[in-house]
C-alpha cells in the first residue's frame, strides 16, 4: 500500500473532515511558530501501522490525533493536565528525570487548544529543537504529511477523497 493509500485510510478514523482541518491547523500553526520545513532532519511525521500518524522531534512525540475527539501532546513535566481535562500517558526522562510529559486531551470540534496547553506544548518543542540534531525517526518521514499540513491544495485535494462528514 502506498503512503497515499495508507494515509487516506487514516484520515478515516476521524470524525469529520471539519475536526481533520482544526488538527492540522493546529499542527501548522505550530510547524509555523518552531520554523520547521519539510527537510528539516529534527523532524519526522510518519504513518506507524494501526492508523496512527506522530509528529516527533528528536526522539520525542509532540503531537498526534487520536480518535473520539482526542489529540496528544508534549507539555513539562509540572504541567498540570487535569485541569484541561487531560491524562498523562507517560514521562519523558532525561537523564533518568522527568522533564516532560505526553498528555491526551480533549479536542473537540467546537473548542480550541487551551493557551496553557498550547504554551507548554511550544515551550517543549523549543527545548527539544535546541538539543536535537536529528531525528532518529527520519528514515520513517514522510512528505505527504507535511505537505498536507501546510498546503491547503495539497489537503482540499486528499480530503476530496475522505468519505466522512463534513
Known amino acids: 500500500m502506498s503512503h497515499y493509500d495508507q494515509f487516506i485510510n487514516a484520515l478515516h478514523q476521524f470524525p469529520s473532515k471539519t475536526w481533520?482541518?482544526?488538527y492540522f491547523d493546529l499542527q501548522r500553526r505550530l510547524f509555523e511558530e518552531l520554523s520547521l520545513s519539510n527537510?528539516?532532519?529534527r523532524l519526522a511525521m510518519s504513518l506507524p501501522s494501526g492508523n496512527k500518524m506522530p509528529v516527533n522531534l528528536g526522539q520525542r512525540y509532540i503531537l498526534q490525533p487520536f480518535t473520539k475527539h482526542r489529540?496528544?501532546?508534549i507539555v513539562p513535566a509540572d504541567f498540570e493536565e487535569e485541569a484541561i481535562?487531560?491524562?498523562c500517558n507517560f514521562v519523558f526522562t532525561r537523564n533518568r528525570v522527568a522533564d516532560a510529559k505526553w498528555i491526551v486531551l480533549p479536542f473537540d470540534t467546537g473548542n480550541t487548544l487551551?493557551?496553557?496547553a498550547w504554551n507548554a506544548c511550544l515551550l517543549c518543542c523549543e527545548d527539544i529543537l535546541q538539543q536535537s540534531r536529528r531525528s532518529g525517526y527520519r528514515k520513517y518521514h514522510v512528505p505527504l504529511l507535511y505537505d498536507f499540513t501546510m498546503e491547503n491544495a495539497v489537503r482540499h485535494e486528499v480530503l476530496s477523497e475522505v468519505r466522512i462528514e463534513e
Request: glycine share 20%.
Open 85 to 87: 481535562g487531560g491524562k
Open 20 to 22: 481533520i482541518n482544526k
Open 114 to 116: 487551551p493557551n496553557i
Open 71 to 73: 489529540i496528544g501532546c
Open 39 to 41: 527537510d528539516d532532519p
